[in-house]
């Protein structure tokens, strides 16, 4: 079976793409290639690596890249995690399906090392919530021969209790 890619975006690919990006391997990467990627990389932030670690995930081998490091690759779904003031979300050429979902940037939050975390945390579960969605809304392999509860014949979650495969 060949893998659908999906690469994850923000400006410096240190926190909401990173984590993004571990959170739908974690949750997805048995059936699709997952990356992530900013405009302008910077090192992967200490607290996204921890935040990651506090629900048993680990993006510390997570290095920070370049959009430049995939032109000219094509990616199933191409997903935006950013947001500020001005919209100055980076732009991927190559994606077969586009979203976008703006997310604060805990990195930039000023407070104690403790509210910090907490941001972080709260980014976390905000992105771990939307991901899950994103796939079973938009995502979702189609199988004929697998049904949702009866209700949305034709598609099938490999990895949801809910789903029934005849």
């Given at each position: ?97 586009y979203f976008k979902q703006p997310f604060e940037d ?61």
């Open positions: 079976m060949v893998k659908e890619r999906v690469l994850f975006m923000c400006i410096h690919n240190a926190a909401r793409s990173q984590m993004a990006e571990g959170l739908f391997r974690d949750l997805y990467g048995d059936i699709f290639d997952v990356y992530s990627a900013g405009s302008e990389p910077q090192a992967v932030d200490p607290l996204a690596i921890k935040c990651m670690e506090d629900i048993g995930i680990d993006i510390s081998h997570h290095r920070s890249k370049s959009l430049k490091e995939f032109e000219g690759q094509e990616f199933d779904y191409v997903v935006t995690v950013c947001g500020n003031p001005y919209n100055a979300c980076p732009f991927f050429v190559g994606g077969k399906k805990p990195s930039v939050f000023e407070g104690t090392e403790e509210e910090k975390f907490e941001l972080f945390l709260k980014i976390r579960d905000e992105l771990r919530e939307w991901l899950e969605d994103l796939y079973y809304s938009y995502m979702i392999p189609n199988d004929e021969s697998c049904n949702f509860s009866g209700e949305l014949e034709g598609c099938c979650g490999p990895r949801d209790k809910e789903f029934s495969c005849r």
